[in-house]
């Protein structure tokens, strides 16, 4: 495992990184608008050195002593699940669940690209490919996003249907392929070393759906991101904004060389190779919603409110959407599936129902949040205002009291506002939108998982005393994942 001075390191390879409203940066780990949030993956990588940090992101010494990184092992068994999910859970708290691409997702993409291609059985090489890409992925700690392969919308609105798919095979050589075009949004391509492009770019060969891991500082690459959250700068005023902004964005391929040891040939749906990145996905959510609720409490007890019912009411809302999600993670860990080569999949239909009922309650979490500490948190101070000889000790007759100072009762208030009324939440809401194709998608892979259709409907007939016919409903769960969105152009 490479420090976090070895990864700030790394990102000056020449990457060509556009962010919109910022213009070209030149260096990710000095430009204001991306110091930060590097900053905060050094800090990701540099947590496998801290001994205080040892037993939640290391593995058990070995006979020789060493300890792996949690985020880079391929899970085997429950108490593998068990142990990954406490270390994705605690390292997610530390950004309120805002930096949901960690090296330690890239490592679940590498195991998803392993499991789908020995699943598919293209040929040995393929799998001698991804497999060789995973070791080396948990080896050096590269940082891996995932990219689905969608097109842009402008792609979307050309005229000839052939020309609307995300990538163009520009020529095809011994050594691998040469591709052209533009991959829509995915999330910290600014801030990875490698994205891989999935099944929806549009590249077949023959049965296959070819994707490809493309190097961010490969020639010919341009990573174009988002603009930044609007956010004070005042950290006091920003204490999330100012360090978690993951700026999604797109890249664009002008005739970018992939080598045939990183084109791995999948099915025309990203959703075979999937399986752990909802599992880690879900972690995040509940991360945010944990902060969530762990920032209610601090409110409550900081408003005085410990003894007011309808804010205890609030809370208990809080906790009973916090433990759905935690118990769907407990129960997908404690009740897996393997595939054929003996990986262990966290129960799907646990992953599924958590992932419905967190994107159901996030919305309203937030509301709560919003309401509970009351007016002060739109009109809390900042520290330059506290300190001010003008308005400081009016501020502080307004603000201190009941054992808080009005610096630190201001700083919690000031934690509460960035994380629920801030562009970076609003960032956050509008993106888990989309993501995995938001409710409805979900609620297709629900349907797909979910095994017992038959057995409940043919349990129930059991109970009557006139014989009835043996159902089979099977077919419930055959039914496709809904499509994309069609798009059609104006005439």
Same mark, same amino acid.
């Given at each position: 495992?490479?420090?976090?001075?070895?990864?700030?390191?790394?990102?000056?390879?020449?990457?060509?990184?556009?962010?919109?409203?910022?213009?070209?940066?030149?260096?990710?780990?000095?430009?204001?608008?991306?110091?930060?949030?590097?900053?905060?993956?050094?800090?990701?990588?540099?947590?496998?050195?801290?001994?205080?940090?040892?037993?939640?992101?290391?593995?058990?010494?070995?006979?020789?002593?060493? +300890?792996? %990184?949690?985020?880079?092992?391929?899970?085997?068994? &429950?108490?593998?699940?068990?142990?990954?999910?406490?270390?994705?859970?605690?390292?997610?708290?530390?950004?309120?669940?805002?930096?949901?691409?960690?090296?330690?997702?890239?490592?679940?993409?590498?195991?998803?690209? *392993?499991?789908?291609?020995?699943?598919?059985?293209?040929?040995?090489?393929?799998?001698?490919?991804?497999?060789?890409?995973?070791?080396?992925?948990?080896?050096?700690?590269?940082?891996?996003?995932?990219?689905?392969?969608?097109?842009?919308?402008?792609?979307?609105?050309?005229?000839?249907?052939?020309?609307?798919?995300?990538?163009? *095979?520009?020529?095809?050589?011994?050594?691998?392929?040469?591709?052209?075009?533009?991959?829509?949004?995915?999330?910290?391509?600014?801030?990875?070393?490698?994205?891989?492009?999935?099944?929806?770019?549009?590249?077949? +060969?023959?049965?296959?759906?070819?994707?490809?891991?493309?190097?961010?500082?490969?020639?010919?690459?341009?990573?174009?991101?988002?603009?930044?959250?609007?956010?004070?700068?005042?950290?006091?005023?920003?204490?999330?904004?100012?360090?978690?902004?993951? *700026?999604?964005?797109?890249?664009?391929?002008?005739?970018?060389?992939? %080598?045939?040891?990183?084109?791995?040939?999948?099915?025309?749906?990203?959703?075979?190779?999937?399986?752990?990145?909802?599992?880690?996905?879900?972690?995040?959510?509940?991360?945010?919603?944990?902060?969530?609720?762990?920032?209610?409490?601090?409110?409550?007890?900081?408003?005085?409110?410990?003894?007011?019912?309808?804010?205890?009411?609030?809370?208990?809302?809080?906790? &009973?959407?916090?433990?759905? &999600?935690?118990?769907?993670?407990?129960?997908?860990?404690?009740?897996?599936?393997?595939?054929?080569?003996?990986?262990?999949? %966290?129960?799907?239909?646990?992953?599924?129902?958590?992932?419905?009922?967190?994107?159901?309650?996030?919305?309203?979490?937030?509301?709560?949040?919003?309401?509970?500490?009351?007016?002060?948190? &739109?009109?809390?101070?900042?520290?330059?205002?506290?300190?001010? %000889?003008?308005?400081?000790?009016?501020?502080?007759?307004?603000?201190?009291?009941?054992?808080?100072?009005?610096?630190?009762?201001?700083? *919690?208030?000031?934690?509460?506002?960035?994380?629920?009324?801030?562009?970076?939440?609003?960032?956050?809401?509008?993106?888990?939108?989309?993501?995995?194709?938001?409710?409805?998608?979900?609620?297709?892979?629900?349907?797909?998982?979910?095994?017992?259709?038959?057995?409940?409907?043919?349990?129930?007939?059991?109970?009557?005393?006139?014989?009835?016919?043996?159902?089979?409903?099977?077919?419930?769960?055959?039914?496709?994942?809904?499509?994309?969105?069609?798009?059609?152009?104006?005439?």
């Amino acid at each position: 495992m490479r420090t976090g001075a070895e990864y700030r390191e790394a990102l000056r390879d020449g990457r060509r990184v556009w962010v919109i409203g910022e213009g070209l940066v030149e260096d990710v780990t000095v430009h204001p608008a991306t110091r930060a949030t590097v900053d905060e993956y050094v800090a990701w990588y540099d947590r496998h050195f801290d001994p205080e940090w040892h037993d939640v992101v290391l593995r058990p010494p070995d006979t020789s002593g060493a +300890r792996a %990184p949690w985020s880079f092992v391929l899970p085997r068994s &429950v108490e593998d699940l068990r142990a990954m999910g406490r270390c994705f859970s605690a390292t997610t708290f530390q950004s309120a669940g805002n930096l949901t691409h960690t090296p330690a997702y890239g490592n679940l993409i590498a195991l998803g690209i *392993l499991d789908a291609v020995q699943q598919r059985n293209v040929s040995a090489e393929q799998i001698a490919n991804a497999a060789g890409y995973r070791e080396m992925i948990a080896r050096t700690g590269r940082f891996l996003t995932f990219s689905a392969g969608a097109a842009t919308i402008g792609y979307r609105m050309r005229e000839d249907p052939g020309e609307r798919l995300a990538l163009t *095979l520009v020529r095809e050589t011994d050594a691998g392929l040469v591709v052209r075009g533009k991959v829509g949004m995915h999330t910290s391509p600014v801030y990875a070393e490698d994205v891989y492009v999935g099944s929806h770019c549009g590249i077949d +060969r023959g049965p296959h759906r070819a994707t490809f891991i493309v190097p961010v500082a490969a020639p010919g690459v341009t990573v174009l991101c988002r603009k930044i959250a609007a956010r004070h700068p005042n950290p006091f005023m920003a204490p999330l904004s100012s360090r978690f902004d993951e *700026l999604d964005g797109q890249m664009w391929l002008e005739d970018v060389f992939i %080598p045939w040891e990183r084109v791995f040939l999948m099915d025309v749906t990203p959703e075979p190779m999937a399986s752990w990145l909802f599992w880690h996905q879900l972690y995040c959510w509940l991360s945010k919603a944990e902060f969530t609720l762990g920032l209610a409490l601090a409110c409550t007890h900081a408003m005085g409110l410990v003894e007011h019912e309808p804010t205890i009411e609030y809370l208990i809302d809080l906790v &009973v959407d916090v433990q759905t &999600v935690r118990s769907c993670q407990t129960a997908a860990e404690l009740d897996p599936e393997f595939t054929a080569e003996g990986y262990c999949i %966290p129960g799907r239909g646990h992953i599924a129902a958590g992932s419905i009922a967190m994107q159901k309650a996030r919305q309203r979490m937030a509301e709560i949040l919003r309401i509970l500490p009351g007016s002060s948190l &739109v009109v809390a101070p900042s520290d330059k205002d506290l300190a001010a %000889p003008e308005v400081g000790a009016g501020l502080d007759e307004s603000f201190a009291g009941g054992g808080y100072t009005a610096l630190q009762r201001s700083a *919690l208030l000031q934690l509460a506002c960035d994380h629920v009324a801030s562009a970076l939440d609003g960032r956050e809401s509008a993106f888990e939108l989309h993501a995995n194709g938001g409710i409805p998608a979900w609620r297709g892979r629900m349907r797909r998982y979910f095994t017992r259709y038959s057995e409940l409907a043919n349990g129930v007939l059991r109970s009557l005393s006139v014989d009835m016919p043996k159902l089979d409903l099977e077919g419930l769960r055959a039914a496709p994942l809904s499509p994309r969105r069609p798009v059609t152009p104006p005439r």
